[in-house]
């Protein structure tokens, strides 16, 4: 520019620079992969805790279609588990008739019921 030859590319002091560090980078990508592999394998195998119940527990079931924000998270019904499977569903009856429940109920949707006595 303004009368001045540009330098060749391979003499470019910047141009070397970029192309050092580009190369310490390539480097040093192996070990920050094997970083971000052990931060997220640490993240993701976090221990889940399960909830089992036994067969003749009592247990609170959650509500899952609320009809505003304001209503109870949990039924006010308890339920008797009647049968465990290993995938962590329940066979549930109602404790009040001993009606069965149509469907299986995942364990993540149900709370251990303590029956409490109310002193006066």
């Given amino acids: 520019m303004?009368?001045?030859s540009p330098?060749?590319?391979?003499?470019d002091p910047l141009l070397k620079f970029a192309r050092a560090l580009g190369f310490e980078r390539l480097?040093?990508?192996?070990?920050?992969?094997q970083q971000v592999i052990a931060a997220e394998d640490r993240a993701t195998n976090v221990p889940q805790i399960i909830?089992?119940?036994e067969v003749g527990a009592l247990v609170?079931?959650?509500?899952?279609?609320?009809?505003?924000k304001l209503d109870a998270g949990w039924m006010d019904e308890v339920f008797r588990v009647i049968a465990a499977f290993s995938n962590?569903?329940?066979?549930?009856?109602?404790?009040s008739n001993g009606v069965q429940l149509k469907n299986r109920i995942n364990g993540i949707h149900l709370r251990p019921y303590f029956n409490r006595e109310i002193k006066e």
Avoid: E
């Fill in 7 to 11: 330098l060749p590319a391979d003499d």
């Fill in 2 to 4: 303004f009368a001045v």
């Fill in 27 to 33: 480097l040093a990508l192996p070990s920050k992969r």
């Fill in 88 to 95: 962590n569903t329940y066979q549930l009856a109602k404790r």
């Fill in 60 to 68: 609170l079931k959650r509500q899952i279609n609320k009809s505003s």
């Fill in 51 to 53: 909830k089992l119940f």
